[in-house]
Nanobody
Framework: VQLVESGGGLVQAGGSLRLSCAAS????????IGWFRQAPGKEREGVSC????????YYADSVKGRFTISCDNAKGTVALQMDSLRPEDTAVYYC????????????????????WGQGIQVTVSS
């Protein structure tokens, strides 16, 4: 099983980045994918998640209206489009997979996820 994040980097405030999570080794449609982030000295935060079966989505209030999550079932990938980035979005971003989440809600972010990626750095300069 593998989850591999890509697309991170350094961007100025107000800019955009698109993160991608490539999944392999499990039945993609049976899972939901969540994006989490952790900044230095802070707890891990659930950012967004999507059900790979019904494509329901959830966004944390801190990113609602700025981030968009989507999945490509044929390719087994989930993207997180991040627009209007702010310095407070700086963190290591992780994607993770949870089996059979049903329609995703805020509760989905608090579930025990089965698989995790290695994380990727996103830095937003002011």
């Amino acid at each position: 099983v593998q989850l591999v994040e890509s697309g991170g980097g350094l961007v100025q405030a107000g800019g955009s980045l698109r993160l991608s999570c490539a999944a392999s080794g499990f039945i993609f449609d049976d899972y939901g994918i969540g994006w989490f982030r952790q900044a230095p000295g802070k707890e891990r935060e659930g950012v967004s998640c999507i059900s790979n079966s019904d494509h329901s989505t959830y966004y944390a209030d801190s990113v609602k209206g700025r981030f968009t999550i989507s999945c490509d079932n044929a390719k087994g990938t989930v993207a997180l489009q991040m627009d209007s980035l702010r310095p407070e979005d700086t963190a290591v971003y992780y994607c993770a997979a949870v089996r059979d989440p049903g329609a995703v809600t805020e509760i989905t972010m608090g579930l025990e996820y089965d698989y995790w990626g290695q994380g990727i750095q996103v830095t937003v300069s002011s």
